[in-house]
């Protein structure tokens, strides 16, 4: 016989390593239990289960694992032989007046023009009617039982210091920014000096040193390297970190809570799917008889108080991230930018409709989602030569003015740091009725190591007054 399964039934295929351990009162097609990846599979002898008089496997036999109920399964198989496509039309239902109460067999699967017949199996009737409802409320209620118990979860910003990783939540982590020269004058202990951040004096600590207690550690270099801005309740400061790796929610109950009195810096370790270990850490705690130095350091640098918490914070309702005065650099024959707080996503240019007897810039559209999303061929509408038919390979997709748009471009270059900007002077006549749209400039210094003025695109005018004026073409 031949059986065939849906491919997406089946998680994983796998010869049988160990022994299948019998459990005596079974049903008569379980062989088993197995092992597999410290997971316990029931293993269904399909042989058994069809009604066949010879059941048993030979060494070579393999194990499809299977999800039923939101379970898992193991099943018999002499051999896995292929993986293939099929029609539909290749289906042949069996009709109910053929099949008896148990109809495991759900169709057959014509192949080599009807020369071959595949039996599909239906994974809803593998086990009989009973044990099927019964596995079900199981499943059901596990499910309930768990999304009760992890109900509750927070969000960590998880990044790296030589070697580990470690987490803070999302409320103390304030903003992440490129790392620039900082300022040494104030370089004592695990305080490797201040930055300027929008004219505040902001106190950085050196993140080895804080957390490995190596006072001498040099701080992290590299492309990679990232300050972490964070909160306290008392101040602000920023942490230099090797690299900053994702935002992570984890649920309460999958925190592992070190001894008692082990170690009040940390609020326990979480074990990713991975098994990377991430140590989350009580900041309050750790920087704590750090705080008046650091407060120190910022009232010697700015006038205002720091007892309140800053006013350059800006805070949203879900306490994610910002990265302000970064832009992305993008092609488009020459080198343009967009703020990087204006950019929601970016996806590859595969999907564009073009919009029946219609020129112009604006003159296609793309399914984000469900969502219709009009598209700008920035080359296009900055006049730059190239035709309608020579596509872009990116959409920088942009949301302004309660409207979503995606900006048709070459190349993504890079993201670039630069605190400060600048007015346009003036520009070339073919920009000249565009002028709206790009009424600032920042320097960018390219690979080639020159240094370049770079527009930025202003996403709020483009759409308010080319987009959504009675001048859009």
């Not at 999304?147 to 982590?173: D, M, N």
Request: glycine share 6%; hydrophobic share 40%; charged share 25%.
């Amino acid at each position: 016989m031949e059986i065939a399964l849906k491919a997406e039934q089946v998680t994983e295929a796998t010869p049988i390593n160990g022994v299948i351990q019998r459990l005596p009162g079974g049903t008569d097609f379980l062989e088993g239990f197995m092992t597999l990846r410290e997971n316990v599979i029931p293993v269904i002898n399909l042989k058994r289960r069809f009604g066949l008089t010879e059941y048993g496997y030979g060494a070579d036999a393999k194990i499809a694992v299977v999800s039923i109920f939101n379970r898992s399964y193991g099943l018999l198989f002499d051999d896995i032989k292929e993986v293939f496509r099929a029609d539909t039309s290749l289906l042949s239902p069996i009709g109910k007046a053929l099949q008896a109460d148990d109809p495991i067999i759900s169709d057959l699967i014509k192949l080599e023009s009807g020369k071959r017949v595949v039996e599909l199996l239906d994974l809803n009737h593998l086990f009989h009617e009973g044990l099927a409802a019964l596995d079900e409320k199981t499943a059901e209620a596990q499910l309930i039982s768990e999304s009760v118990k992890s109900s509750v979860s927070s969000c960590y910003v998880v990044f790296r210091c030589s070697g580990q990783e470690y987490g803070v939540p999302v409320e103390c982590a304030q903003e992440i920014t490129f790392y620039n020269e900082i300022d040494e004058m104030f370089k004592t202990g695990i305080v490797a000096g201040a930055l300027d951040i929008r004219g505040k004096t902001i106190p950085v600590v050196n993140a080895q040193s804080l957390l490995t207690g190596a006072k001498t550690s040099p701080c992290f270099r590299g492309e990679d390297a990232r300050v972490l801005v964070l909160a306290s309740e008392e101040c602000s400061f920023g942490m230099i970190v090797e690299g900053v790796r994702d935002i992570l929610t984890i649920y309460d109950d999958e925190i592992l809570r070190f001894p008692e009195g082990k170690d009040e810096n940390v609020l326990g370790m979480y074990q990713r799917p991975d098994d990377q270990n991430v140590i989350l850490l009580n900041m309050y705690n750790l920087v704590c008889v750090h705080i008046d130095r650091l407060k120190s350091i910022a009232r010697l640098g700015s006038e205002d108080s720091y007892e309140q918490q800053p006013d350059w914070v800006v805070r949203t309702g879900t306490q994610h991230l910002i990265t302000e005065n970064s832009y992305l650099i993008f092609s488009i024959g020459k080198h343009f930018a967009i703020e990087l707080k204006d950019v929601q996503e970016i996806i590859e240019n595969d999907g564009v409709m073009a919009i029946p007897a219609t020129d112009g810039y604006c003159s296609g559209v793309i399914n984000l989602r469900g969502l219709v999303v009009p598209v700008v061929n920035l080359k296009q509408f900055y006049n730059y030569p190239g035709s309608r038919e020579d596509r872009g390979h990116n959409l920088i997709i942009c949301c302004n003015h309660g409207q979503t748009v995606a900006l048709e471009v070459d190349q993504i270059v890079t993201i670039h740091k630069q605190e400060q900007y600048y007015a346009t002077p003036s520009l070339e006549a073919q920009l000249s009725d565009k002028k709206d749209t790009a009424d600032r400039l920042i320097d960018y210094l390219n690979p080639e190591g020159i240094r370049e003025h770079v527009l930025v695109v202003n996403t709020h005018n483009l759409i308010r007054n080319h987009l959504q004026s009675n001048n859009s073409r």
